[in-house]
């Protein structure tokens, strides 16, 4: 469950489709080929989501693919709810699902729904060191320097954290890049160089 059984994938790839459109304004595609995918992405996630105990609306359960964290007991984990990735993602696919909507003036009645939900989604805590927090409480990871950076999602390859809209999770999101380090795997680092530059820091990039 660290890794297989996860469920954000087709949320992270209904971004894609609204990427094409967003380079090609082919209104055509977004009306006839993308949209109802990412309605269908929307939905499903609508449908995960549950409320915490504030009311506030949670994945559960969750993971942040292949990281593990440990409780204040010593306790190491990888499965919780309200993992920061799972919900990077649903942002994500929401706030572009209700874009496409808009632009296609269509769904209103859904649309409605998405807003609202979008509106009580936990939000993003910023941890103790400075970072931006990994996983529902502010744990420890088992790996501080692991390779995944999942719940860095929303700053790339999503949109809904920059340093100009949101400062202070862009901060936060360089402190979690700061601990994390550069030593890692390709592909990691592929992220990483990415991440850095939407940080508008193209030296370490």
């Known amino acids: 469950p660290s890794w297989a059984n996860w469920n954000m994938g087709g949320a992270w790839l209904s971004t894609h489709l609204w990427e094409h459109f967003v380079y090609t304004q082919d209104k055509a595609f977004l009306k006839?080929?993308?949209?109802?995918?990412?309605?269908?992405?929307?939905?499903?996630?609508?449908?995960?989501?549950?409320?915490?105990?504030?009311?506030?609306l949670i994945t559960s359960p969750a993971t942040s693919p292949e990281?593990?964290?440990?409780?204040?007991?010593?306790?190491?984990?990888?499965?919780?709810?309200?993992?920061?990735?799972?919900?990077?993602?649903?942002?994500?696919?929401?706030?572009?699902?209700?874009?496409?909507?808009r632009i296609l003036d269509t769904d209103v009645d859904f649309r409605t729904k998405l807003e609202t939900a979008l509106s009580r989604l936990y939000p993003y805590q910023i941890g103790k060191?400075?970072?931006?927090?990994?996983?529902?409480?502010?744990?420890?990871?088992?790996?501080?320097?692991?390779?995944?950076?999942?719940?860095l999602f929303g700053l790339y390859p999503?949109?809904?954290?920059?340093?100009?809209?949101?400062?202070?999770?862009?901060?936060?999101?360089?402190?979690t890049l700061e601990i994390k380090g550069d030593e890692t795997t390709g592909w990691s680092k592929g992220w990483r160089i990415n991440l850095w530059a939407r940080l508008w820091d193209g030296n370490h990039a």
């Open 32 to 56: 006839n080929e993308a949209y109802d995918l990412m309605k269908g992405a929307a939905l499903f996630c609508l449908e995960w989501l549950v409320e915490d105990k504030n009311g506030n």
């Open 67 to 101: 990281n593990r964290y440990i409780t204040p007991d010593g306790y190491q984990g990888a499965t919780m709810y309200g993992g920061s990735a799972d919900l990077s993602m649903i942002r994500e696919c929401f706030e572009q699902t209700i874009k496409a909507s």
């Open 129 to 151: 060191k400075g970072n931006l927090q990994e996983w529902y409480y502010d744990w420890e990871d088992v790996e501080p320097t692991h390779r995944h950076q999942s719940h």
């Open 158 to 175: 999503g949109h809904h954290i920059t340093p100009h809209k949101t400062p202070a999770l862009a901060q936060a999101c360089r402190k």
